[in-house]
């Protein structure tokens, strides 16, 4: 397998990591973040006053961290939708991190099954689909959702990866998240890049979808929602290309 040029649009410092792993294993990797997260204020409730945390992604763990925590916080029951957020939540002193292995339908599911009234502590990006709240409105669970961090957009590409988008120079466009995929399609409709010519390796099924239904044609979907099954399907468009 030869490697490939591959655009990362994951955020900062995520994305740092990812290019480094891209890199190790002999690709190509050409940084390009869509989104920057800006922490906002917010208040963390009184360990006293909670059942346990849920967190949905690795940048609410530390955006929680950027506050004082009371070591009560980090024994609470804490909640995690897959495994980069529970090894995250882990890393910062959680110590009873309960991992969902999935997306936010797994987690909920999970939430179910262990029955506690709440109030959970939600920590979340003020930008985000309302999965967990609607999930639980209108039962005992109480989920208090607070958002800690924004996400903020791009706004444009730099010209070297416009030119190498529109010229095929790019072997994949690496995408992140719903949103993510949304953003790359304003960018690509701003900047005149056509879709249908670029080959796109996803988290999930459902980014892929988003960028269909915009015009997109080649896209390799993670078998698992994780960074390691998004490799594969790099080496899957590698087969492909050689065959």
Request: proline share 7%.
């Amino acid at each position: 397998m030869t490697g490939k040029l591959l655009l990362v649009t994951r955020p900062f410092p995520g994305g740092q990591k990812t290019v480094a792993s891209l890199a190790a294993l002999g690709h190509q990797p050409v940084a390009c973040p869509l989104f920057s997260k800006k922490i906002l204020p917010f208040d963390i409730p009184s360990p006293h006053h909670m059942v346990a945390t849920i967190f949905t992604s690795a940048n609410a763990v530390k955006a929680v961290l950027s506050e004082e925590l009371e070591i009560s916080h980090q024994l609470l029951p804490c909640f995690t939708v897959g495994d980069t957020t529970a090894q995250t939540a882990e890393y910062s002193g959680f110590h009873n991190v309960i991992n969902a292995k999935g997306n936010a339908q797994d987690l909920i599911a999970m939430i179910k099954k262990m029955g506690l009234g709440g109030p959970y502590f939600y920590p979340c990006a003020i930008d985000r689909k309302p999965d967990i709240e609607d999930a639980f409105r209108g039962t005992e669970v109480m989920v208090e959702a607070t958002p800690v961090y924004e996400m903020v957009p791009a706004p444009s590409l730099s010209q070297p990866v416009i030119n190498k988008l529109r010229d095929g120079g790019i072997d994949a466009v690496l995408i992140y998240s719903q949103r993510a995929a949304e953003h790359f399609i304003k960018l690509c409709t701003q900047f005149d890049v056509e879709l249908a010519t670029q080959n796109f390796v996803c988290l999930s099924p459902t980014i892929w979808e988003t960028l269909q239904v915009a015009g997109a044609k080649n896209g390799f979907v993670a078998e698992e929602p994780n960074e390691n099954a998004l490799f594969a399907q790099i080496d899957v468009l590698s087969n492909s290309k050689s065959a």
